[in-house]
């Protein structure tokens, strides 16, 4: 029944979320200390979760000596620094999303926790969805058959702090803001023994006065012949657009996470007081979130992280993972420039994938396209002839 | 952080949810005893949940030494019984719904608590709801202005127990299973300190071989002028129906917390092994819940209660709210016999609450009644004559 | 290929949903003569409409000699005179809903109708939906057996011409303006032949000041058993709320008309020039219908007069049908006043209808009140007790 | 009031829709004479539909004496030839999706037309649908600002006839037959005077046993800077999938024309005798569509195509359209091969389009990315630094 007490670096909203799950009620785990840049931020901060002690001090933050996690939830262009201090700490490392700005960082973050040993893990919440988490067992368990399709969803008006839209200090636009989610979400659905093989992007810079790009479109095709699909944008109006659908040989799923998930409402802007939260309006018909840190995984990601510390096991997200969403991510902005697919470069550790499997049903040797029973019960079949290939219809009483 | 240790008498579908609730990873509280009319069930329950201990005896559960909550998730009939013995020792009692068979044995039950002075709690999960919560602070807030109308829906295709179809064991059917959950829905929507005035029931056994009512609506007038409306029906095809809905002279809100809750798939049937559970088939479209014990209220409602425990405070929902659901329901079964409106019976604890206000707004002394915008910007407005009531239409151009 | 040339009694709003209708593009009916209260009005709707005449005298518009079809779209107190009109013209005449402000001047136009042998028809419009009419087409053919329980919502802001809100001269409140839909679309559901026994009604005044109701809910029992339950208000917020549901034996409906048809637009403000019709607010996220006329039934309407006129069959609706509408509505009120189930009084064309039949399947002669399969394979039965009516299980492995 | 009598070429499954269609009741139009390669096929579709006339010679039904308009409703290799008599006989000619089998196919039809003076049409229904057409309207009307990004997705588990699925006779798989629904409605919404410039696909084979894919993803840009991204399967689950969405700079367009659109059905399968059309299965949720041919557009474009005859405009999809469809699917199969972005080859007839203006607010100089309003009522401003790009926060009480 031990808990865990975390040192949090990072005081943004990122910071929040993560510690209001941290904090809820009737749990075992807490934030220690917290770490800001600035002594205001610390302190309100601090105050505003009752968190006992607060620095400017990273160093300090991480060596701590009552907290045995250290979660990173700071700007992309830190992370490298951070898990290295709490690994010369020897402590458990979470990383927030995306673990690094490009693959290479990335791949030095993940040996450097591997070859200290120490515990890391990514902190990548919206795999972590209730919904997805069941949908992805439904597809494991074989409910839709061989996935052949998957689109993911991310989209928002934009972030709410400057270095997102930096693209040194964020490493890119929204495909790194937004679609790291994406690729993880993907792969969950796939299967993430299924190599990401290569990625062709559109990208453009539409609306916004910036450099990195506003709206992005990414195909992935995997090693079974599946294919990936993810938008991403922070030009999207009416909230916060969060959607995946999943086809299979024998099924499908949609997941809708935030503007229609069966809480509905209408305001006339005639009542009081009442100010909803997230939404870009508070008039008109409204689309809130019931458990908000529930909906978006952070509950049941902590609760990975934490028992996959205690027992020893690997969680389900690991620093490995992130370091394969950066070379996704590194190869989608290569084929932006070069206008043409792109390898996923990496070390894979993984094997290949079978191809999906066509359907193998053929009658007196043609391959069977189709089969449909007629109205008087008679059989229809579409064939395609074994020699020729052409497509003919053959209607059976048998 | 100290957590508690619960006797949970009772190991049958509501003892499994409120376990799996109870047992949440990260949580500081356990089940410590489990009590079970028969030793084959008491075992099975606790190697499920790995509980320390089981008996027989109800009384040795309660007294366990290690134990300072008492959760009461037994058959009606047995309620009174449980916490006559959870009060003799002292305990907290948190007690499932119904609170009892009817308003005069939960009067008995509420009395007792009281005169010892133990803690006791009403478990009223549905009130829990994430989007209740949030739809209920909303409400609160003036969002919707004053509440005119509330539906609550819950049916299914009837429940898993023997005793629950027994019309002397459960002291009702479906507006006694169900029909308790939207009572405090209702009461939740319009004002807890708003006094429902009076009843009027429509109830059939429409399919089933039994005695008690498989459906019935349920008309209940508060003392706002308000109106809550409940269905319930154990006849009901497609899964768990459970929707609200709250209409205001300023909103609407609606709820729908099981069958379409932004998780939508579809599956042919021929995919391998997977068994999608309480949906009434496996195959074709299927709308499962993600987190199903957060989304039906479990999770905030132990929470509150133990919350409420630490730190002297009532609960959301307290035994006196149990009794008034006891007090609703009788007058309901009253009305189903006279068919006429029936006045709710109980020692009400608040005052009277104001009428919902009309709208005061008048021209040249008439009352407004509507007023539009023409398309030339003239405004249009709909007068009830103050002398005489007719109504008539006055175009203005002020 | 004739068409029908119509003379049109009344230039608001319902009047121009008619015309629309008839003058859809490649139709061959047209209105040939409108007839309006006030030349104004009368010469506006013609230019608008293309209609060649127009006049302010009823007699002339229906003794035009050129039309064969009156379709009375006034208010309802005139529609006892303009129905004698047409009928001592000798031509069909098309009633708007109310049939009329109670069941004597119901029955008195009825029996005028079909005394003189003209073709009457009423135009209840809600339940020529396109979705109403496959869903009562499927329910018909036995898609969700038995029909238990329909509700049917109708719930707007308030209607736009100052007689809706006058007692006197609509004949009551939101029941008789809404309400007569929802009578109709119920009798669609549980079968025409199955007669309306009694009623038992909540009504009040809430929010405007106003004579008649702006909120009731009504419970209509039908002689099979069947519950039908409209809900009806002048007083919602967020468009026009039209839902209908239909709970079977085997199976389950839910139509939305209006709100959530699948059209879902956000708009912020900043765009130009565009006001969405008929929508609370033009901002935010809007729910647009596609094909208005369509949608709410007005085409499917007309087509089933005309074709009834033209193959000399009954339509759909009949007068019939309004007649009893009214006297539904009039026990409805007296049910408002006496707060007790009020006999619909009326003289019923049909004959009995048998009670929904219960399950009868036993074992061991006990009726089976529930099966289920164990996840052992074995079946548990739920039993009542053929002696004493006590419930029980049974687990077996036949 | 005068009628057209349509030659109807081909009695497939097209051709059902398009009677059913042209004979709804009250119209003016009607099918005069049918042709089919075979008599028995050409015998039943006349009775089905009660046509006066069949043969199995295409030239004596298109020069049939009574005939005006000649519809195309042929597999796709046979469209030159049929466009090629129908222009002999000088009558107006209305062909179904796709115009043809590439482009170069396609232009010799639309010269031959326009070289011959008759009005030409092409049937691209989708187009037409009430909430699509609405749509538009309301994008053209600025109600979401200048469009940046539409999605069309059109999947089922695929066609009934057996040339459909080969490449030959068809000209291609999946992408051929819905695809160029697709590229209609996107143009449609990004406007069609902007052109199409150039096209990235995806397409594989992965189920059926076939040449032509069955799978495909095409990426659109057009000369604005908008993307068009749409989705084609021929391997579905759960019935027909049409859905589209739009991001505008100041709104959200999303429309579900098939499998959500209000009409929710569940049965148990226990029921009698209910075929539900075009849907995988009869039992479970189901989700039927009210007016099938009304939502499908069939009914709003013959109302427009004999509109444009009867007025001497051009309809709203000439067969001009259909040759950019074709030309847009011929680089989206030259992109496949190639895998890199391929021009779209034409003769484009429109001039070219400005770019997505980016906003132009500046403050000190330095563009403004993202402004919001912090709670204590201080302006938050994200900046782009007018010299160096940096992005940085500035709060401000101005």
């Known amino acids: 029944m031990q808990g865990h007490t975390v040192t949090m670096l990072g005081t943004g909203l990122i910071g929040d979320f993560y510690t209001m799950t941290l904090h809820q009620p ?10 800001s840049r600035t002594e205001e931020r610390g302190r309100a901060f601090s105050d505003r979760w009752e968190i006992p002690e607060h620095t400017t001090s990273m160093e300090d933050a991480i060596n ?16 490298e620094q951070a898990v290295a201090l709490a690994v010369d700490a020897g402590k458990a490392v979470l990383v927030t999303k995306p673990l690094a700005r490009d693959a290479a960082e990335a791949k030095r973050i993940l040996d450097r926790v591997e070859a200290a040993g120490v ?114 944008s922070w030009t999207f109006r009416g909230g916060m657009d969060l959607r995946d659908e999943v086809a299979g040989t024998e099924g499908t799923i949609w997941l809708n996470h935030f503007l229609r998930t069966g809480y509905e409402m209408y305001s006339s802007g005639g009542g009081d007081g009442y100010v909803a939260e997230k939404l870009e309006s508070t008039e008109g018909w409204l689309f809130p979130v019931g458990d908000e840190i529930g909906e978006l995984g952070y509950t049941a990601m902590f609760t990975d992280m934490f028992e996959a510390i205690d027992s020893g096991r690997a969680p389900r997200e690991t620093l490995y993972d992130g370091y394969v969403v950066n070379a996704v991510m590194d190869a989608a902005y290569r084929s932006a420039e070069s206008r043409q697919w792109e390898s996923v470069e990496m070390d894979w550790r993984g094997g290949p994938t079978p191809r999906i499997g066509k359907r193998g049903v053929t009658h007196d040797g043609h391959a069977v396209v189709k089969e449909e029973t007629l109205p008087d019960g008679r059989r229809k079949l579409i064939l395609s002839d074994k020699d020729t290939g052409s497509v003919f219809d053959l209607v059976t009483s048998d």
């Open 26 to 35: 009737r749990g075992r785990d807490r934030v220690g200390v917290a770490y």
């Open 64 to 79: 701590h000596p009552e907290t045995d996690v250290v979660v990173v939830g700071l700007p992309n262009f830190l992370h």
């Open 119 to 232: 515990f890391g893990g990514y902190l990548e919440d919206l795999v972590y969805t209730p919904k997805t988490l069941k949908a992805v067992d439904a597809v494991a368990g074989g409910a839709i058959g061989d996935v052949t399709w998957v689109r993911s969803r991310e989209t928002h008006p934009g972030p709410h702090s400057a270095w997102f839209w930096d693209k040194e200090m964020a490493g890119g636009g929204a495909i790194v803001d937004l679609g790291c989610h994406c690729i993880e979400i993907i792969r969950s659905f796939v299967g993430k023994e299924n190599r990401p093989v290569e990625v062709m992007t559109w990208a453009d810079t539409l609306v916004h006065p910036i450099q990195a790009e506003d709206n992005a479109v990414v195909l992935l095709r995997f090693d079974s012949g599946a294919l990936g699909q993810f938008e991403v």
